[in-house]
């Protein structure tokens, strides 16, 4: 066992994605057996009282890798030292809210955040941003931290829509998940999110023709794709709403434990929002979804994976939005 904790960062902490990470995270799900965390938990002040019920809960655990746990209402504190941050915390859509007013909602809670990380965090600190709208909060972080973190140490997660594409999959192909691979997620963590499967295999085979067997002829499996898997897919976190009466919470805690894991220790092939280089034709800067692989040192774009024409025009209709995200955050003079 390493002999020093690795700090972990989680904002919103008193929340119930927060609540769903931390005993994982305290477990070892997230980096391993072999890593002793030291968890610092990030709340404003109406929330710090849940933090710290939390915290005893955690306590009561006895988990050996858990070195302490410190809670605090200070970004400052709460980063300092911060060799992994998961930003959880953010402001909800309300009702009547328009997109504009969300954004500058969030860029009060983002560019404060970023502005810490960038002063008191690790030299190796790593940042994913959960809370919606993810990308663009975490471009608000990544200009905020600058210039004393790269902006490539943040990305968004697409991780959660990666893991309900596999899970929809195998349940048409009536297979386990862990038979598919390949599966990527383009563009943002919304509505207009691309779920290719174009590339996917289901135990060797294309997922292509797995459908096709399956639904009763190629025909038959474009038009589930196109009704409904990708408009499912894109939309699952409103149909839990609907069926469960709250937000996704286990889930999206999975997805990012697998979404730190996978970075910290490596994977072929992942979905992630990460900074766009100029891959794809995505403007340079923007947080963006892609196919991704990771060596354990962050993740990088897989690049070469090609797009045919229907699946260029729904990565690009993504991307115009992420562009029109990015603008109007930019008109609110924080970029």
Not at 298 to 304: A, F, L, S, T
């Amino acid at each position: 066992m390493a002999s020093a904790p690795t700090t972990v960062t989680i904002t919103g902490a008193g929340g119930q994605i927060g609540y769903a990470l931390l005993f994982r995270i305290a477990a070892g799900d997230m980096l391993g057996t072999d890593r002793p965390v030291r968890l610092r938990l990030l709340e404003i002040p109406q929330g710090l009282r849940a933090a710290e019920g939390a915290a005893l809960e955690l306590q009561d655990c006895a988990f050996p890798l858990l070195h302490d746990v410190d809670i605090t209402d200070d970004p400052l504190t709460a980063f300092q030292g911060a060799n992994i941050a998961l930003l959880v915390g953010a402001r909800p859509r309300g009702p009547g809210m328009e997109r504009a007013d969300l954004l500058a909602a969030n860029a009060g809670i983002f560019g404060p955040q970023g502005a810490a990380i960038g002063a008191v965090a690790a030299d190796d600190v790593r940042v994913v941003v959960v809370g919606n709208p993810a990308n663009t909060n975490a471009l608000i972080a990544a200009a905020s931290a600058a210039p004393h973190v790269p902006a490539d140490r943040f990305s968004a997660l697409t991780r959660l829509d990666h893991s309900r594409a596999v899970g929809q999959l195998a349940e048409a192909i009536g297979v386990g998940p862990g038979a598919i691979e390949g599966v990527a997620i383009w563009g943002n963590h919304s509505a207009t999110q691309f779920p290719d499967v174009s590339h996917a295999r289901v135990d060797g085979m294309p997922v292509l023709d797995a459908l096709a067997e399956r639904l009763g002829g190629q025909d038959a499996a474009t038009a589930w794709l196109d009704d409904v898997f990708i408009p499912r897919v894109a939309k699952r976190g409103a149909e839990i709403i609907e069926v469960r009466g709250s937000s996704s919470v286990a889930s999206a805690a999975n997805a990012a434990i697998e979404h730190v894991r996978d970075e910290q220790r490596g994977t072929p092939w992942t979905s992630a929002a990460v900074l766009s280089r100029g891959e794809y034709g995505v403007p340079e800067g923007l947080v963006c979804s892609f196919p991704v692989t990771s060596d354990g040192d962050g993740y990088r774009i897989v690049e070469g994976v090609g797009l045919d024409a229907r699946g260029r025009r729904r990565f690009e209709a993504s991307v115009a939005e992420l562009v029109a995200e990015r603008d109007a955050v930019r008109a609110l003079g924080v970029l």
